[in-house]
């Protein structure tokens, strides 16, 4: 086995803390690489709480990795030591389903591996990227660019890919108008590829004050969604609405925004269930549509559109002793727009 160490918590109550563990040796499949920056995601304090489901603990979180590869096995031929690889929210799937032969690993129907808190295929738990190192099967490792900065590519890893996805899928771009509904890590990577696309993009937002970070963005519009005037301004205005949102909030009241035939996308996940009255729906034939990150092919071409067009994310790069000051603040919406841990402060 090898030696690991990494911050984790024992359980829901307790706060981040340094842990030893052991990783399991490199197989002939496998990679290996020392975690270089881990991006810090909403949905690692959601999961760490129990908010949507009981954890596996001590819970190592963590799944927006990037670092470099240390050793490899046999019969490895996509990557070498030396090289810059990231690893993104899954590290393995059955890999024979329907689902996993189209590259839709994400949605594997057997139920893909997540990089943490979750058990591997022997049953054996799984530890994120708040670590020094990682074994990954290869099939799961993705090429990274050091076209870009390494720190400001991990969130790419998921806050990229769960929102480049959808925009791919429903082929948003030129000549739509697209909503993004929250400006945090995932809505302002949204906005990045919207406008990447070519899509009239709009911010939705309570806070009037991220009005002027949305333009610098590249965001078209603003509105702030507690000002009646600007809601009813933007009634009947929008083709899609990326909804990235990870706390409770009215679906009806932003289908009313939607014009007919429109598609309310929901990316973030907040710990309650949402709601939608069917007349919200039937009056603009409008629907409510789901999108979970994305599959291997599809998250490498996400990092290879990035590296060619110098899309990264906007963060704060911390140490992970203050992890916990950092969920803090993230809790608070006080960051732009990503925390990343710098692993070498571990």
Known sequence: M???????????????????????????????LEILYCGVCHSDLHQIKNDWFPGVFPMVPGHEIVGR??????????FKPGDTAGVGC??????????????????C???????????????????????????VREEFVLHVSEKLSLAATAPLLCAGITTYSPLRYWKIGKGHKLAVLGLGGLGHMAVKFGVAFGAEVTVLSTSPSKAAAAKALGAHRFVVTSDKEQVKAAKHSFDFIIDTVSAEHDLNFYLRMLRTNGVHICVGVPPGQLSVHPFSLLGGRKSVAGSGIGGIKETQEMLDFCAEH???SDIELIDIKDITNAYARMEKGDVRYRFVIDMATL
């Open 2 to 32: 090898i030696k690991a160490k990494g911050y984790a918590a024992q359980t829901p109550e307790t706060d981040l803390a340094a842990w030893q563990f052991e990783r399991r040796e490199v197989g002939a499949h496998d990679v290996q």
């Open 69 to 78: 590869v240390v050793k490899v096995g046999d019969h490895v031929k996509g």
């Open 90 to 107: 899954m590290v393995d799937s059955c890999q024979v389903c329907e689902n996993c032969k189209e590259g839709l690993e994400n949605y």
């Open 109 to 135: 129907l057997e139920g893909n591996t997540q990089t943490y808190n979750n058990l591997d295929r022997s049953g054996i738990p799984t530890y994120g990227g708040y670590s020094n190192t990682i074994v």
């Open 310 to 312: 110098n899309i990264v």
